[in-house]
């Protein structure tokens, strides 16, 4: 007699080791951050001190209920809006090369340029950037995936994912811990202790712009764990080589093979142009959004005390002080790949950014509510902050009179508490 | 072949990183460099609750042998569940599948699907299929179990001459009876096939009884002269199994061909933890139901992908393959087969397999 099923129903054992595990596990490894359960850090960041450990339980209580009501209502139309992200990025993708084909008059090289700016804007910050988040994972559409994409950009998507899913979204705005604080090259922070290179800040900013994305991959070399020994030189090799490969992959496509088909119309060496254009054109606009993520005034960075011992919410609550939002259109919202909702993203990673606006509104609420500051802005005020900041700790720090939090923050000064509910108004 | 390969390659060095197909699946929903799809050509009502349809499938399909079944994806509110499902149709024609509205992702299929619609495919699988030499067949199904003995009926009987097949099907109804005008149909036209209804709920009817061998004996005198395949619920194929077990001490007719639909279901969904098997590592541990998979992997020395440890990175996403997971954060207990389970907030709810 033979039996078939569906599916296996038995698995080969074979040598199988068999072990116990339980809650009781005592054996210690290099741990990131665990949540403590209850409590709170000695001393919590200055904005948030007035919260006692019950606030920020409940405030974090409250964030985990706005993020299970988001993904209790995740659906077709979450998966369309994507969908339709996708196709209309691939769409100007395609017509803007075409156009490049024909760059010797100048408006195809303007307009082709210009769809193959947007293209790349879109296929970085709306998409690349969320889908490698895993915001769209729950679709289990492995085309659209966070283990399966691979982005315009010259880091690999691989690398990108462990540096700042992993690193800067674990230890957002630490000190010495979250590396994107100035991306190891720039002082961007007050307690940064100044050094005479730190003169040359605006000049090392103007040179990042335009070549933004090869920073973020030298960034995700992470040479400086490589040379405190944290990483491994093999490790190194490896992730240089993944490096080396897409990079000949990417230069083929737009410095190659893109002005080879334009050749024949004897446009080549303007469809050269516009394609570096178009790379030159996302990354300092990706610069300039993700700039205006955790530099703009009224943002805090936090001391390896200020975290030990955090709690769910305390963890939210420092993403929240550490993150500024962009205040702008759908449009604008769109282009920045959601990052103008630097706050909600910080706070919920992984929820579809389409949603951030929503979430957006409670989120804010929640901070009014508990006095914590909200830091938004339209964007050229917040991209003027954000340089004012390279420029002004190019030098060593002075003596500031005002703390900039509070007179920056949209939510300050704090409405007199209404609510029975067990919070705590701003002081001072 | 090698043409469209090099041309493919080409193609590739202006679509990098995204493969050529992913530009075609503009105009064609067919193409995908990961996914082999099917696109719905023709949807047919079979009963009031089950439905046939039809689909052209994309490049990468392989023709089914009849009785062969796939995994069959749908979008259903935004999230592709996946099922497995026989193939209906006859050998060498577009693949169909024969669903009845049972079950949430069925129901939805069964229901909702129209022509035009894209399915996700898996290719076919599945050794419920015909013998290699021709000989004289008895095919026991019961409702939806009816699905891959079409196939193998339809495939068979038109185009063999020689073909011998008795089928006893058993059903609710005649109007819950699947393909049941089309096999009166083909057992008149073609002396090899002999149909045998059974309806459990008509007037003064009642169950088949496989508890002896009385009604297989009045439906088959020559049954145990066949080779018998059997698909249908589960009581229906345990009986059907016990019966040829304990008729077949003489060993002449010991074969009978199961084919089940039942899932591999874990029990268990307590807070109780359960016994987790990583079956590419080929290690197995009784983990507690308060213990991260990602922990109780590593302590049993699985290389575990991992990253922030806190359900943010996603760094540490393994494939379920069965069982039940609780998020140790809201408690909710979920896994669907294939879902990729976050290990680092995610214990055992029962036993648990993955693909690590």
């Given amino acids: ?428 | 072949m090698t043409q469209i390969r090099a041309l493919r390659r080409v193609a590739s060095l202006l679509t990098t990183p995204l493969a050529p197909e992913d530009i075609i699946n503009l105009v064609n929903p067919l193409a995908s460099a990961r996914q082999l799809r099917g696109v719905v050509t023709k949807v047919v009502r079979e009963t009031p609750d089950s439905t046939t349809i039809h689909f052209r499938p994309g490049r990468g399909w392989n023709p089914h042998a009849a009785g062969q079944w796939a995994r069959i994806g749908v979008e259903i509110d935004g999230v592709r569940q996946w099922r497995s499902y026989s193939l209906s149709a006859a050998v060498g024609h577009d693949p169909a599948i024969t669903v009845t509205a049972i079950g949430f992702v069925s129901t939805a299929l069964a229901r909702s699907t129209k022509v035009g619609d894209i399915l996700f495919l898996d290719t076919p699988q599945g050794d419920f299929v015909l013998p290699e030499h021709p000989r004289p067949l008895f095919m026991l199904t019961a409702g939806s179990g009816l699905t891959p003995v079409m196939s193998m009926i339809r495939t068979l009987v038109p185009r063999r001459p020689d073909a011998d097949v008795v089928l006893v099907h058993s059903a609710r109804t005649r109007d819950d009876a699947l393909f049941h005008d089309e096999l009166l149909e083909l057992a008149d036209q073609f002396p090899g096939l002999t149909v045998r209804h059974w309806f459990t709920r008509e007037e003064g009817s009642r169950r088949l009884d496989l508890s002896d061998v009385t009604d297989l004996e009045t439906l088959c005198p020559d049954w145990r002269e066949r080779a018998a395949y059997a698909c249908g619920p589960t009581d229906f194929l345990d009986a059907a199994t016990d019966l040829w077990l304990r008729d077949g001490d003489d060993a002449t007719h010991t074969n009978l061909t199961i084919e089940r639909f039942a899932p591999v279901l874990l029990e268990g969904s307590g807070g109780e933890g359960g016994l987790l098997t990583f079956e590419k590592s080929d290690k197995e541990v009784e983990a507690g139901g308060d213990v991260p998979l990602l922990e109780a992997g590593e302590d049993c020395g699985v290389v575990m992908p991992s990253g922030c440890r806190m359900g943010i990175c996603r760094s540490c996403l393994v494939p379920l393959v069965a069982g039940k997971v609780r998020d140790l954060r809201t408690g909710e207990v979920h896994g669907d087969e294939g879902e990729l389970i976050q290990t680092c907030v995610n214990a055992a709810a029962g036993p648990v397999h993955l693909d690590i």
Avoid at chain 1, 66 to 95: C, K, S
Avoid at chain 1, 390 to 402: I, T
């Fill in chain 1, 1 to 428: 007699m033979t039996a078939t099923t569906n599916r296996p129903t038995t698995t080969p054992l074979g040598d199988a080791a068999t072990g116990v595990v339980d809650g009781t596990a005592t054996t210690p490894r290099p741990r990131k951050p665990i949540l403590a359960a209850s409590g709170g850090p000695a001393k919590r960041p200055s904005a948030a001190a007035h919260l006692t450990d019950a606030d920020v339980e409940q405030l974090g209580k409250e964030l985990d209920a706005l993020r299970d009501r988001v993904i209790a209502t995740r659906g077709a139309a979450d998966a369309a809006y994507i969908r339709r992200v996708i196709r209309i990025q691939r769409t100007l993708e395609v017509a803007g090369r075409a156009t490049l084909l024909f760059s010797k008059k100048k408006t195809a090289f303007v307009a082709g340029t210009a769809m193959l700016s947007v293209a790349k804007i879109l296929e970085n910050m709306e998409i690349g950037h969320n889908v490698l988040h895993g915001q769209w994972d729950w679709m289990r559409d492995p085309d659209i995936h966070s283990t399966t994409w691979e982005w315009d950009f010259v880091t690999p998507a691989a690398a990108w994912k462990h540096t700042h899913n992993d690193l800067h979204h674990t230890w957002t705005n630490v000190l010495g811990k979250d590396k994107d604080v100035g991306y190891s090259i720039l002082r961007m922070d007050e307690d940064q202790p100044w050094h005479p290179g730190n003169l040359g800040n605006p000049l090392y900013n103007m040179i990042l712009a335009p070549f933004f994305e090869w920073g973020i991959a030298i960034y995700d070399l992470e040479l400086e764990a490589v040379k405190d020994g944290e990483k491994s030189k093999d490790d190194l090799k490896k992730d240089l080589k993944a490096m080396g490969r897409k990079v000949v992959r990417q230069f083929t496509k737009d410095y190659a093979a893109t002005p080879l088909a334009a050749v024949p119309f004897g446009s080549g060496k303007q469809a050269l142009i516009g394609t570096f254009t178009a790379n030159a054109i996302r990354n300092v606009w990706a610069h300039s959004v993700i700039f205006c993520g955790h530099f703009p005034d009224g943002v805090d960075t936090f001391t390896e005390e200020e975290i030990e011992g955090e709690t769910r919410g305390d963890w939210y609550i420092r993403q929240m002080l550490g993150s500024a939002n962009i205040s702008g259109s759908k449009l604008m919202h769109i282009m920045t790949g959601n990052l103008s909702h630097q706050i909600e993203h910080h706070c919920f990673p992984d929820l579809p950014s389409n949603r951030y606006h929503e979430v957006a509104v409670e989120v804010r609420e929640i901070c009014q509510r508990y006095g914590l500051p909200y830091t938004t802005g339209p964007l050229p005020k917040q991209v003027y902050q954000a340089w004012a900041k390279v420029f002004r700790l190019a030098l060593p720090n002075r003596p500031r009179p005002l703390p900039k939090n509070a007179a920056h923050a949209v939510n300050a000064p704090v409405p007199p508490r209404r609510s029975a509910l067990p919070m705590v108004a701003r002081v001072g």
